[in-house]
C-alpha cells in the first residue's frame, strides 16, 4: 500500500525524511518484523505486571510501564509494539501510515481499559504533565484540559470526558 | 482510503485521502500527546474517531479489530 506522509523521524535504514512534516512522499508501505522486540517485551508477564502488578498500583505506575521505561532499556508494550513491525510503524510522528497502528493502539486501550476495570476508584485519575517525558520539566495535565482532534466526528473535549468507555459522551464501548 | 481527504491541501499537501487525514493529526500532536497525561485518552479518543469515520463514511459494518499483544 501507499503511504503518503512522513518519514519525520525513521528508525529503518534506508529511509529518509521528508523536508516538511506534511510534504507529500508516496511511498510503498515498509515493515522491520523484530522477533527480538516481540519476544522481549510483548509478554503475558509484562502484561499481568502492568493490570496485577507492581506496575499496577497506580496510573501514574501503569502509564510509565505501558509506555516503556527507556533510560532502563525495557520498551514497554507500547513501544515494543511499535517497533515489533518495524519500518514506517517505527516513526513516533507518522507511525499511523501503517494501518496495524491503529490494532496496535486498540490493544494498548483495551489492556487500560482492564486496568481501570480491575482499579475502579482510581480509573479516572491522570498523571504526567503536558511536555514528552516532561522535557522540558512543566505542569501536570488536568482533567479539564482539552483534546484537540482535528475531525468533525470529534470535537474538542475536556480530558475528563475521554476516560470512561461508557461514559456516552461520546464512548460507548466494551472489549469483549 | 478511497474518500478524499478534507484538509487543506497548501497547508497538508502529503494528506490525499481521509486516511492520510488521521496521519496528518498524529504528525501535528506527537511532541504533546506522547509520554505526557493525555497519551492515554488522546489514543483512546483517535482510534475512536478513526473507528467513526470507517463506519459513519465508509460504511464499514464492523469495529475496530485489537491485535493481541501476548
Redesign the interface.
Same mark, same amino acid.
Given at each position: 500500500?501507499v503511504a503518503? /506522509?512522513?518519514p519525520?523521524s525513521p528508525t529503518m535504514a534506508g529511509q529518509t525524511k521528508?523536508n516538511s512534516?506534511?510534504?507529500?512522499?508516496p511511498r510503498c508501505l515498509k515493515r522491520d518484523l523484530s522477533a527480538y522486540t516481540a519476544s522481549s517485551w510483548?509478554?503475558?508477564t509484562?502484561?499481568v505486571n502492568l493490570t496485577l502488578g507492581n506496575a499496577a498500583s497506580t496510573i501514574e505506575t501503569f502509564?510509565n510501564e505501558l509506555?516503556g521505561r527507556f533510560p532502563q532499556g525495557f520498551l514497554g /508494550?507500547h513501544a515494543a509494539?511499535h517497533f515489533s513491525i518495524g519500518g514506517d510503524a517505527g516513526d513516533?510522528? +507518522? +507511525?499511523?501510515?501503517d494501518?496495524?497502528f491503529?490494532?496496535?493502539?486498540?490493544?494498548?486501550?483495551?489492556v487500560?481499559w482492564i486496568w481501570q476495570a480491575l482499579h475502579l476508584s482510581q480509573a479516572e485519575t491522570?498523571?504526567?504533565?503536558?511536555?514528552?517525558?516532561?522535557?522540558p520539566p512543566s505542569r501536570?495535565?488536568?482533567l479539564e484540559?482539552t483534546?484537540?482532534?482535528?475531525? +468533525?466526528?470529534?470535537p474538542v473535549?475536556p480530558?475528563s470526558e475521554?476516560?470512561n +468507555?461508557l461514559g456516552d459522551s461520546?464512548?460507548c464501548?466494551i472489549?469483549l | 482510503?478511497a474518500l478524499p481527504s %478534507?484538509l487543506d491541501p497548501t497547508?497538508?499537501?502529503? !494528506? %490525499?485521502?481521509r486516511?492520510?487525514?488521521?496521519? !496528518?493529526?498524529?504528525?501535528?500532536?506527537?511532541?504533546?500527546i506522547?509520554?505526557?497525561?493525555?497519551?492515554?485518552?488522546?489514543?483512546?479518543?483517535?482510534?475512536?474517531?478513526?473507528?467513526? !469515520?470507517l463506519r459513519?463514511e465508509c460504511g464499514y459494518t464492523g469495529?475496530?479489530?485489537?491485535?493481541?499483544?501476548?
Open positions: 500500500m503518503n /506522509l512522513g519525520i521528508v512534516s506534511f510534504a507529500h512522499n510483548l509478554t503475558t509484562n502484561l502509564q509506555q /508494550l509494539g513516533l510522528f +507518522s +507511525s499511523p501510515v494501518p496495524v491503529f490494532l496496535h493502539h486498540a490493544m494498548l486501550d483495551r487500560w491522570i498523571a504526567g504533565t503536558i511536555t514528552l517525558f516532561n522535557n501536570n495535565t488536568t484540559d483534546i484537540y482532534m482535528g475531525q +468533525s466526528n470529534a473535549r480530558i475521554l476516560l +468507555s461520546p464512548f464501548y472489549y | 482510503m %478534507k497547508v497538508v499537501p502529503g !494528506a %490525499k485521502s486516511y492520510d487525514d488521521f496521519v !496528518a493529526q498524529h504528525i501535528n500532536q506527537t511532541l504533546t506522547h509520554g505526557t497525561g493525555s497519551f492515554l485518552s488522546w489514543h483512546r479518543y483517535f482510534v475512536w474517531s478513526y473507528e467513526t !469515520a459513519e469495529y475496530q479489530p485489537v491485535s493481541h499483544l501476548h
